[in-house]
């Protein structure tokens, strides 16, 4: 029987920036006219999205759209850069941590975030922005960001703007989700390269039984929902058990399980780089082979448990 195989590792990533002051320069006395931070759903809200939407449309990423918890992040961040004031009045190193976004109710996998201060458009802002610090600018403009949010509060002569950019871990994981629920799908592209790797090696082709699909569908969804993974269940049931319990009567079956990946693609190779994995699926006394996969969305982590059970009648 195989062992656990390593689970996919979850990669994230932050950016920040922050702009320099772009319409004249509030000295080390500047006092804040009102502290009264803001969320904006209308007016710079609009002309900030119009305008870096449409520098985002150039390189074909999506649009950003507005979302109600980046705004509050957003006023997070005014507070933190207006906590202790510096010679130039703020703090421009101030950023958001994970925390500060999850506290809003957005549970981040990438944001961008950041600090400008003018009494200009925020077009001229934008364009400015860009041409003065391209490097920060382009964390705007990357493809996985779909949220935004802004705040505002009157600074000195001016305002200062705070804008968050972001994608949630659960938009990252839809594309996912919607791909594994396509069983029949998931089915053909396993049997496709199951038999591919059989062709290589001069072997017949396996053939997907139902209730060979049944056992590993069950098995799979079983394992995650009472929360183990292993080839003998808590109670001491074993493939045998299952594979008969589906129907099928078996001369000989075998299984290979797999926690972790979040593609067939990815399934298959670590099924095939692993020596015993590869074996069951390379065996030529098989015929028949059946195909599970469970996917559990829980507190913004995805968890994925594969199986393949293989059989001759």
Excluded at 109 to 134: F, K, N, R, Y
Excluded at 242 to 252: C, H, I, K, M, T
Excluded at 269 to 281: C, F, L, Q, V, Y
């Amino acid at each position: 029987m195989m062992g656990r195989m390593p689970r996919q590792p979850f990669i994230s990533s932050r950016f920040a920036f922050f702009t320099a002051l772009l319409a004249g320069v509030i000295g080390s006395g500047a006092a804040l006219e009102s502290t009264d931070i803001s969320t904006l759903t209308e007016g710079p809200m609009e002309a900030f999205l119009e305008s870096i939407n449409e520098l985002r449309s150039r390189q074909q990423s999506p649009p950003l759209k507005h979302s109600h918890p980046l705004s509050e992040a957003a006023e997070v961040l005014l507070d933190k850069a207006l906590a202790e004031p510096t010679a130039n009045g703020f703090d421009s190193r101030a950023r958001l941590t994970r925390d500060d976004l999850r506290a809003t109710g957005y549970d981040p996998h990438q944001w961008a975030d950041g600090l400008a201060g003018s009494t200009g458009e925020p077009a001229e802002i934008v364009d400015v922005w860009q041409q003065a610090d391209p490097k920060s600018f382009e964390a705007f403009l990357d493809p996985e960001l779909q949220d935004f949010g802004l705040a505002k509060v009157t600074w000195g002569i001016q305002p200062l703007y705070a804008l968050v950019a972001a994608t949630s871990r659960s938009a990252m994981h839809r594309p996912i989700l919607e791909a594994l629920s396509d069983l029949e799908t998931v089915r053909r592209q396993l049997l496709d390269r199951v038999n591919e790797a059989r062709r290589r090696h001069r072997l017949g082709p396996l053939h997907l039984n139902g209730a060979l699909n049944s056992a590993a569908q069950t098995y799979a969804e079983t394992m995650m929902r009472e929360g183990f993974y292993g080839h003998v269940s808590p109670q001491g049931d074993t493939v045998l058990d299952r594979v008969e319990a589906s129907g099928y009567e078996p001369q000989l079956t075998g299984e290979n399980l797999a926690s972790g990946p979040q593609t067939t693609t990815q399934a298959m190779d670590g099924w095939m780089a692993s020596k015993g994995h590869r074996e069951n699926i390379l065996d030529p006394r098989y015929r028949d082979v059946g195909f599970g996969v469970s996917v559990l969305e829980s507190n913004g982590n995805l968890s994925t448990l594969w199986v393949q059970c293989f059989g001759r009648p």
